[in-house]
């Protein structure tokens, strides 16, 4: 059970703006694009170390000391108030585990922004993430 939610967990971040320390103490920022589970290798695309830029570098899980995601700039918990405020509550499922909320089932919000049919719902959803974004940034 723990391995699994380890795994979950490590799969949520995949996609996501991170800096990893290494165990001799260089920091190297970059996108998560991938993690090898049997020893926790990854890789990272547009990669930042020092002044030194790459396109993706494949870091040995035997090096890596801290793997450190930056804030996300979604409250998903935030957002569905803020829906729920426009639709029934009972048209908004959200998936915590998942990280997703479903509006009427047709359109689904993640940190990454909002997918679905172009219509009146998903105009309508994309409008308030929108507004929420343009809010957290200030």
């Known amino acids: 059970m723990a391995a699994s939610s380890f795994q979950r967990e490590l ?3 995949v996609g996501e703006e991170v800096i990893v320390e290494l165990k001799n103490g260089k920091k190297i920022r970059g996108l998560l694009k991938a993690v090898y589970p049997d ?5 990272l695309s547009d990669v930042s170390m020092g002044n030194e830029h790459f396109t993706s570098i494949v870091l040995s899980g ?3 000391s801290a793997i450190y995601v930056k804030k996300a700039l979604v409250d998903m ?3 569905r108030s803020m829906l729920e405020k ?3 509550p009972r048209a908004i499922v959200y998936r915590k585990d ?3 909320i479903i509006v009427m089932d047709k359109v689904r919000i993640t940190e990454k922004g909002v997918e679905g ?3 009146l719902v998903y105009d309508r959803v ?12 200030g």
Not at 39 to 43: A, F, H, V
Not at 126 to 137: D, G, N
């Open 98 to 100: 998942l990280g997703v």
């Open 117 to 119: 049919e172009p219509g």
């Open 11 to 13: 799969n949520r971040i």
């Open 62 to 64: 035997d090096s890596i």
């Open 126 to 137: 994309k409008k308030v993430y929108e507004e929420y974004i343009a809010k957290r940034k």
């Open 77 to 79: 918990d935030e957002l």
């Open 39 to 43: 020893n926790l290798s990854i890789i």
């Open 86 to 88: 426009i639709f029934p």
